[in-house]
């Protein structure tokens, strides 16, 4: 348990909805919620401390306990915690309304998993898990509703779907179809072909549909929200799995003219360069890639699997069968890439992929197939009971009426007070509906009626509210959970305010700041320089004649430069301008009297010129003002910190805490 666990974890917490089960369980373990410290005289009980703490080892290494010194650390990193959060809300940020609409979109998150309908998914995930075992590879033809259609629309669109399926079947080539007939705008240029796909990347009826036909086979029109389709599917192969590969990225110059053949060039020379002898692919990357992010750890990427990546990079990467096997040049919207394979695996299990899945269909439309079983259990388990005779008779009479009438009608003296339903011994009436109606802004849809489509939202409302009620009240891991995101905003809105976006606006602050430290902003000896790195050995002359005997210039580096980068791309690298000079891997090494010289690094010649020096001495506040703005917000962190200890008291209970240290090294 390294000592900065709970302060990484306590500023996590705003930024992903991640539950620790095995933390929760430990807590439930230890039974009692004792009060461990107050602070300004407010209370707050070991158990959090116990669940953060927890929840924090949960993500390392098993280890043989915790230390005296670890666990005092943390309580100090617990403590400024709930100081600041303290402070926050004597700000009354809890009040303010984008606490409460942030917070509210955290809850919706962290809810979810224990739902019940969370344990009506198991035949969605199962069958998701399978159907991932294949990809599919299909073409379409969509046909889109006009705006505001109307039944007959809707019959006019499906028989020209109809037509064109008769087309397809008549030996029509559906992408030559899609040119002509789709209403989706990719069409023009993929002609319909979307690729190879598996579960959970189409909506899903579309994947339904492409998942129940064969090669060749063209589908009836199937309805999605964007209109019809026709799919045709191509190919259906196994699931290769993920792909790990490292690249080689060249950037294309967009604001120069000659930027794409540059790039072409030089990744051509780059792609002959890789198929010599005793090339070693780590050097070329590290000297030729221009992807920052993978440069210097041999052009690594992440695994990725079908359908992650654009498809111009996929079809490359998956296209390469045998470890260390490398593409040719491949253009994609970023640049050109050389790929090489790195390794290769199947499909994960369905354990590991299980919540992954589950977050993806609780976003799908494969939740509303959910949502009729889960009312059902939330009617038996509330005590809901319908005044079926009532409901039967609003049905009749209001089903039909149209939206401007509806809440006038649900109101009216005869009908208002008429019970709908009780849950949980609570009657809800007919002005209760009509109220619900009034503060919704989503007007729902319903093929039996207005009445019925609000009627059934309402319900659904009002079973979801007494099941998070019970949640609330009784699910002791879902309380802690809650609690931690709400504590988490906090934090953050606190530190934001006060730390962060005031030590990047205050810049009167900031200068008074790095005045009072200009110690810590210092150059050390620096020289105005021009080092050529020389690449490709057989360049060496050439560059020599270039530099050897001239006097340092920008219109010298100007015209070397822009010379080497037009015609050998591959020969040389540059370094021009201020340098600090004394752990500098070249120049360190460099007689700072000699105008020109040749210094030989890591196996490779560098060409030197020198010119004027500059001693050690400060920075200009405009030449550091990035370093003095971390450091300043550093400052204010700790001027925060102690603002609230004086504020606030803290008083820790001895027993209490020692109660907790024993229960932590007992998991």
């Known amino acids: 348990m390294t000592t900065r666990t709970l302060s990484a974890l306590i500023f996590s917490i705003i930024l992903a909805c991640k539950s620790s089960a095995s933390a929760m369980a430990f807590i439930q373990a230890t039974g009692q919620d004792d009060q461990l410290l107050t602070i300004g005289g407010k209370a707050v009980d070991k158990d959090e401390l116990i669940y953060l703490i927890s929840k924090g080892n949960s993500t390392e290494p098993a280890s043989k306990g915790m230390s005296r010194e670890e666990f005092e650390e943390n309580l100090t990193l617990f403590v400024n915690y709930k100081l600041k959060v303290r402070e926050a809300e004597e700000l009354g940020l809890d009040k303010s309304e984008e606490f409460n609409r942030e917070f509210a ?13 969370n344990s009506l998914e198991e035949g969605e995930l199962r069958k998701a898990y399978s159907r991932m075992q294949e990809v599919v590879r299909a073409s379409h033809i969509l046909f889109q509703f006009p705006p505001n259609a109307t039944r007959e629309d809707s019959l006019i669109v499906l028989k020209m779907a109809l037509k064109v399926k008769g087309e397809i079947e008549q030996n029509g080539d559906i992408n ?68 790990r590969v490292s690249h080689i990225l060249v950037r294309i110059d967009e604001t120069s003219s000659t930027g794409e053949d540059l790039a072409r060039r030089k990744i051509a020379d780059i792609y002959t360069e890789i198929q010599k002898e005793n090339t070693v692919w780590e050097d070329i990357v590290k000297t030729y890639s221009e992807d920052p992010a993978s440069s210097e750890n041999g052009g690594n990427l992440p695994w990725f699997s079908v359908g992650s990546m654009i498809p111009e990079f996929e079809i490359a990467a998956f296209s390469l069968t045998e470890i260390g096997e490398v593409s040719p040049p491949v253009r ?3 640049g050109y890439h050389i790929l090489r394979l790195e390794d290769k695996k199947p499909l994960d299990s369905f354990e590991s992929m299980e919540e992954n899945i589950r977050s993806r269909i609780l976003r799908d439309s494969r939740s509303t197939m959910i949502q009729s079983q889960v009312m059902a259990i939330q009617k038996a388990r509330y005590s809901f009971i319908e005044n079926e005779i009532t409901v039967e008779s609003l049905r009749a009479s209001m089903n039909s009426l149209s939206g401007s009438a509806f809440i006038p009608a649900l109101e009216n003296a005869n009908v208002a007070s008429q019970p709908l339903f009780t849950l949980q011994d609570k009657t809800y009436t007919s002005k209760d509906l009509a109220d619900f109606v009034r503060e919704e802004e989503i007007i729902p ?95 060496l ?126 998991q």
């Not at 009626?449 to 309402?458: C, P």
């Not at 560098?606 to 703005?629: M, Q, S, W, Y």
């Open 105 to 117: 979109s955290f809850q919706e998150n962290l809810k979810a998993p224990f739902l019940i309908k």
């Open 541 to 666: 002359d050439a560059a020599r004649t270039e530099l050897k005997g001239k006097k340092l210039s920008e219109e010298l580096v100007s015209k070397f430069e822009i010379d080497y980068k037009t015609n050998k791309p591959l020969a040389y690298q540059t370094e021009s301008g201020l340098v600090e000079y004394t752990d500098h891997p070249v120049l360190s090494k460099a007689d700072m009297n000699l105008p020109y010289q040749e210094i030989e690094t890591e196996g490779r010649i560098n060409l030197v010129l020198i010119g004027d020096k500059l001693p050690a001495g400060p920075k200009k506040f405009e030449e550091t003002r990035g370093l003095v703005i971390r450091d300043y917000q550093d400052f204010l962190d700790n001027s925060l910190i102690e603002k609230v200890k004086r504020k606030y008291p803290v008083e820790i209970n001895t027993q209490v805490k020692e109660e907790a240290f024993i229960a932590l090294n007992q």
């Open 445 to 539: 849809r319903s093929k039996n009626g207005i009445f019925d489509a609000w009627y059934e939202q309402f319900t659904a409302s009002k079973l979801n509210q007494a099941e998070e009620a019970d949640l609330l009240a009784n699910n002791k891991e879902y309380q802690m959970l809650l609690k931690e995101y709400r504590d988490g905003i906090l934090l953050f809105s606190l530190m934001n305010e006060e730390v962060w976006q005031k030590g990047i606006l205050d810049s009167l602050g900031q200068v008074s700041y790095y005045s009072k430290n200009i110690k810590n902003y210092q150059w050390k000896p620096r020289v105005n320089t021009f080092v050529v790195k020389v690449l490709d050995p057989a360049q």
């Open 332 to 334: 994609t919207q970023y």
């Open 176 to 243: 030559a179809l899609a040119e002509q007939y789709s209403d989706d705008p990719s069409a023009k240029i993929n002609k319909g072909d979307l690729g190879y796909f598996t579960s959970l990347q189409m909506v899903q009826p579309f994947e339904d549909a492409a998942y129940n036909i064969q090669p060749g086979q063209v589908s009836d029109p199937v309805l999605t929200n964007f209109g019809y389709h026709l799919i045709q599917v191509k190919d259906r192969q196994p699931n290769p799995g993920q792909v």
